[in-house]
């Protein structure tokens, strides 16, 4: 297959993870005689320095002239820290995802066994997780109207739905449960937004065409103490922007770390695969983010474009190094495993998928694997 993929590497560690996804995907066209095309644009906070843009025009054409994006990381400390910044580098993740019709953000969120006893949750609770987030991701509070008085005072932000956002992404998530376990949790809060009461009239509508799937609801504040109590009752949540982004971050300590969390938009034409975790600037250049995610996000590039076994064999290395230990110090607070490290282990093992490896248990010690 050829494949034209714009890269996004961001900002703070963004291009360091990306850099491991690119090799990952290298890998892949190694071992299965695909041609991979990349051209590489900026976006975020460094875009904003070097063009005075957070999504110059540049960017955006390249993307939507891609088959897909690859984003790193977007995010500075001295836009978050000023309120009153008139660029902000999150404003050209949004209106990316608005201009290419990026609808649906998913989100897996799943507990390695491997790494159960990393999470902060007791084993016994989180073992056994997998359940997936759909989550609207063009409309609601996000890109509502948004107004201040001229005292700068009062402040609002309109959330607004129409039945056809609220359609297109709830037949994914459905579709989605259909192929899974059956079961699709709506989460809103209906018992005191007009805009989550059109939700639950929506996709119980939609409910009625998939009778092989179990639908029910949870208000999102109860829905945010679930996933923690008992996160292994769900199977498919479905819920709108802003509480999707929400409990999908909420989701992430589940695993241990949210250096494990990848995660795609889809649209009816464009799809953007990135990794949930932020720009991480404290760890910029030092060699120590987990690059986990972004090389997940490269196994639902590959699963979105039909190329499942692609998909299976970067999941099978990444669980390799799970195993293994080969991970950065987010896992093994001792490890001397980097980003570097990490990702070349990873693709050197989607290179040899066939092998039955072993590492050399010594060197692991000494921050090195040998492959026998």
């Known amino acids: 297959m050829n494949l034209n993929i714009a890269l996004l590497p961001g900002d703070g560690v963004g291009p360091e993870v990306l850099a491991q996804a690119v090799k990952c995907l290298q890998a892949v066209e190694e071992t299965f005689n695909h041609n991979f095309v990349f051209k590489e644009a900026s976006i975020g906070a460094i875009a904003i320095d070097k063009k005075g843009a957070s999504l110059p ?8 002239e891609a ?22 580098p999150e404003q050209g993740l949004l209106k990316l995802r608005k201009e290419l019709g990026l609808f649906a953000n998913i989100r897996p969120v799943i507990a390695h066994s491997a790494l159960v006893d990393k999470s902060p949750l007791k084993k016994e609770v989180v073992s056994g997780t997998d359940f997936v987030i759909y989550r609207e ?6 890109f509502g109207e948004k107004k201040l008085n001229e005292e700068g005072t009062v402040a609002s932000d309109l959330c607004e739905y ?15 449960a259909k192929n899974r376990r059956g079961k699709l949790t709506l989460v809103d809060k209906a018992n005191v937004l007009e805009s989550s009461r059109l939700w639950r009239k929506v996709v119980a509508k ?7 799937v179990v639908l029910d609801y949870l208000f999102v504040d109860n829905a945010a103490m679930q996933i923690i109590l008992k996160p292994t009752q769900f199977d498919v949540i479905l819920t709108e922007n802003m509480f999707g982004d929400i409990i999908s971050d909420e989701g992430s300590v589940i695993g241990g770390s949210i250096g494990l ?28 983010a987990n690059p986990i995610a972004s090389i997940l996000s490269v196994a639902m590039l590959l699963e979105h474009f039909g190329l499942i076994d692609e998909s299976l064999a970067v999941r099978n290395a990444v669980d390799k190094s799970l195993k293994k230990e080969i991970v950065t110090p987010d896992l093994k607070h001792d490890s001397q495993y980097g980003t570097n490290q990490v990702g070349d282990f990873i693709a ?19 921050g090195k694997s040998t492959i026998i």
């Open 67 to 88: 088959d897909a994006v690859l984003l790193g990381a977007i995010g500075h400390p001295k836009y978050d820290t000023n309120p009153n910044s008139p660029i902000r």
């Open 261 to 288: 969390l990848a995660s795609a938009s889809i649209g009816e034409e464009s799809a953007l695969f990135e990794p949930i975790h932020g720009s991480y600037p404290q760890a910029m250049g030092l060699d120590i």
């Open 137 to 142: 991701l063009t409309g609601g509070i996000y």
């Open 348 to 366: 050197h093992n989607i290179v040899d998928i066939e092998d039955d490896f072993s590492v050399n248990d010594e060197n692991i010690h000494l």
């Open 206 to 212: 939609i409910g009625e065409s998939y009778p092989d």
């Open 162 to 176: 129409s039945e056809e956002e609220i359609s297109r992404v709830a037949h994914l998530a459905f579709k989605a």
């Open 57 to 64: 025009e540049s960017t955006l054409n390249l993307c939507k």
